[in-house]
């Protein structure tokens, strides 16, 4: 099932807009960037995917320095959802700040980072098959007593 909603209830309460708005509320670098104190103004817009466990969201937000949209996208691992993006884009700016590694940072979430160079772990030894296998079949034909 995938929700494509505007302004419905049921998607500004969703997992991953409460964890976006939360970041941003405490965060010492969005509230330098944005300025305080900061509101939640205007629509949650957005999808989000059950199913496939995709989700995209836009949160309108004003701060006094700059009003601007939070984008958070997200992934759905088992009943989890999970912060894949989090964005804070101001209007009529180019530069936008992102908080994806300090919202991982503080929760927590550990997702290794790809090294090309590292060395490869050294894998254990195989158990080897049987040298022989014996299987006992019943007598005759299948299919005939």
Known sequence: MTLVLSGCGRIANHPLVNMA???VAIN???QAFLGKPITWKGTVTGRANEVDGIAAMQIPVVGSKVAATVIVEGKKFGDE???????IRPENKEEKLSLTAD???RSGVDTPKFDPNAAQPSSPKA????AEITIELPPGLPGQE
Request: proline residues 10%; glycine residues 4%.
């Open 81 to 87: 959802w999970g912060v894949t993006l989090l964005e």
């Open 28 to 30: 010492n670098r969005s």
């Open 21 to 23: 708005k939360e970041e």
């Open 103 to 105: 919202l991982a940072a």
């Open 127 to 130: 158990a080897l098959p049987p």
